[in-house]
């Protein structure tokens, strides 16, 4: 494979996913990890992404009370926020997970609507500061650098104390048959606490991560109650999941 074929594989997975592993990329391309590590080197000096300790994160990840327009299919997140933004309620008490999409949720969240609104995300906190009738609480722990949420001991135990109505939450990869999965143990940890503490999850992922799988299992999907896609409710992608208990939005 030609390196300007790598680097295309490289942002196409890191513009997905948001964080990818070297290790992962390496075996997938099946070339050495030092390798791969170049490459990324080489896309951080042309700012194409962003490298990080055994990794890289894709630049519009990098979030904070600003909106951020470098954001792969922004509009394809501000179309599944648009439908979860409906779900909300006068008075409730809800989770904001972190990530790109769950930031456009917050971003569009009516002024005038009167929420408890708990959060891992210091950009989505940040951004939710701002809407006065927000009551904004953020779940404390040891912060991921990365992906600016906290995880840890800290963070679940706050969790296990607190009774969500509803739940939003993302993940790096989701399967009708394999469920919610992710590469990072700790956010998988704090994603466990998060359902648990749930009376009902809604899961909010654009349709490319559909049909894929890693490492480390965060629930069944029929543990979800509700999924979000840009996709109309009736796209035959989106028919394997209607085999569960799960409703599509």
């Given at each position: 494979m030609l390196k300007e074929e790598r680097h295309q594989t490289i942002l196409n997975e890191v513009d997905l996913h948001n964080r990818i592993l070297i290790t992962d990329i390496a075996e997938a391309l099946d070339v050495s990890i030092d390798t791969i590590r170049r490459d990324v080197k080489e896309l951080d000096a042309e700012n194409k992404l962003r490298?990080?300790?055994?990794?890289?994160?894709?630049?519009?990840?990098?979030?904070?009370?600003?909106?951020?327009?470098?954001?792969?299919?922004?509009?394809?997140?501000?179309a599944i926020a648009a439908k979860a933004v409906t779900m909300l309620r006068d008075g409730a008490v809800i989770f904001l997970d972190g990530g790109t999409t769950c930031m456009e949720l917050a971003r569009i969240i009516p002024e005038n609507l009167n929420l408890s609104c708990f959060t891992i995300s210091l950009p989505v906190a940040?951004?939710?500061?701002?809407?006065?009738?927000?009551?904004?609480?953020?779940?404390?722990?040891?912060?991921?650098k990365e992906a600016q949420i906290a995880i840890g001991a800290n963070a679940i135990h706050h969790l296990s104390e607190i009774r969500f109505d509803y739940s939003f939450i993302g993940t790096g990869y989701v399967d009708a048959l394999y469920g919610l999965t992710e590469f990072d143990w700790d956010i998988v940890q704090v994603k466990k606490a998060v359902i648990k503490a749930s009376k009902k999850t809604v899961l909010l992922s654009i349709s490319e991560k559909l049909n894929s799988q890693h490492r480390y299992k965060t629930c069944d999907i029929n543990s979800i109650n509700t999924m979000i896609t840009e996709l109309k409710p009736d796209d035959t992608l989106l028919k394997p999941f209607k085999n569960h208990d799960v409703k599509i939005l």
């Open positions: 490298k990080v300790h055994g990794g890289a994160i894709s630049m519009g990840y990098m979030t904070n009370s600003t909106r951020n327009t470098n954001i792969y299919k922004l509009e394809d997140k501000a940040m951004e939710l500061s701002h809407k006065a009738n927000i009551n904004v609480i953020s779940i404390g722990g040891q912060i991921s």
